[in-house]
């Protein structure tokens, strides 16, 4: 997970997920739901508020050549690569 700015003025951010065999990815925070097929999630954003989000990667079916499966699991975290928590807030100009 990509770290996010401490503060916006925007009403929304993009949240970029790097995960191998992703199917889908949801953000879920404050100001709601929010769920992709690809790694860039829009999540809006409510007007001077703290939002804290988090990250639910699903992982996708996946079947070698030896025709072993694996995948079909999630991971969540409300943490960045840096360890930092998922954290934003907006702040109205």
């Given amino acids: 997970m990509n770290p996010l700015p401490a503060t916006t003025d925007q009403l929304s951010i993009v949240v970029h997920v790097s995960l191998g065999h992703m199917e889908e990815v949801t953000v879920v925070t404050e100001s709601g739901t929010f769920t992709s097929s ?3 999630v829009e999540v809006t954003l409510l007007p001077n508020t703290a939002h804290h989000l988090e990250v639910t990667g699903k992982v996708e079916v996946v079947q070698n050549s030896d025709g072993c499966q694996y995948g079909g699991y999630t ?6 690569e840096d360890f930092n928590p998922l954290v934003i807030e907006q702040r109205s100009p």
Avoid: G, Q, V
């Fill in 38 to 40: 690809t790694s860039d």
């Fill in 75 to 80: 991971l969540s975290t409300r943490f960045d």
